[in-house]
């Protein structure tokens, strides 16, 4: 059975990739990074789906938690599916901004996909298959203001996917980003909803579950001359 690894899968974005890969076929180990009670319901449900389930805990800016976490698991092998979802923001004006706000996005957004994928590359490239998607965003392809260190570390994402593709797809692996815009979680929850809809054509915020769909897309056969690609996910807010 094909195993598919969503990196911060216990809600919103990640969770819902997590479910329609399951629905896809998918066994799924899911990540989070505190308490494994977090993925207690995606657990469920993705039984609910017929797949199994297994959920891991480490902190993705602690590089040795994360390979002893994955390699563990893992062992000599690696998953079908890699899905690197982990992200945080804390916005400020850049003048105001503090090297905690920065280091915290930076290391979680951008180091954490390092932290993630080196334990598993070898594997994947040994076994020439693969799929590597990135949840970029947006903001890294326009830049936002009071997002300096967000736009930043997803930019950088999209550059990371850019170059890695061009490294490892003749080893079968595809590599490609998705870059959401305004999609309504837990970290949109606060922003001002009247003042963004304005901005996007289509008037309305995009929802975990359409981001899943082109995620679910990306791993299947239909996208399989698809490499080194961002796919845009926002409405028309950039075009």
């Not at 919103?12 to 997590?18: D, N, S, V, Y």
């Not at 930076?106 to 996909?113: C, E, P, Q, R, S």
């Not at 870059?179 to 009247?194: C, K, Q, R």
Request: with cysteine; aromatic share 6%; hydrophobic share 45%.
């Amino acid at each position: 059975m094909k195993t598919a690894l969503v990196i911060g899968g216990s809600r919103g974005i990640g969770r819902k990739i997590a479910l329609r890969l399951a629905t896809d076929g998918y066994d799924i180990v899911a990540t989070c990074r505190k308490d494994i009670a977090a993925l207690d319901p995606l657990k469920s449900e993705v039984g609910n789906l017929g797949r199994k389930f297994n959920g891991l805990v480490f902190d993705i800016q602690d590089r040795k938690a994360a390979a002893d976490a994955l390699t563990g698991f893992f062992g000599e092998s690696a998953p079908d599916i890699f899905v690197y979802n982990a992200g945080i923001s804390r916005d400020n004006l850049m003048v105001f901004m503090t090297p905690g706000e920065w280091d915290d996005v930076v290391h979680t957004n951008l180091d954490g996909f390092y932290n993630t994928i080196h334990p598993l590359l070898f594997q994947m490239i040994a076994r020439k298959s693969g799929r590597i998607i990135v949840i970029a965003s947006a903001s890294g392809q326009v830049g936002q203001p009071g997002q300096v260190n967000y736009s930043a570390s997803k930019a950088a994402l999209i550059g990371v996917v850019k170059a890695l593709a061009k490294e490892v797809g003749k080893k079968g692996i595809l590599v490609n980003a998705v870059a959401p815009g305004f999609i309504e979680t837990d970290m949109t929850a606060d922003l001002p909803i009247d003042k963004i809809l304005p901005m996007i054509p289509l008037k309305r915020a995009g929802s975990p579950e359409e981001v899943a769909g082109v995620v679910s897309f990306l791993c299947g056969s239909d996208s399989t001359y698809i490499h080194g690609q961002v796919i845009a996910i926002n409405g028309g807010l950039v075009i």
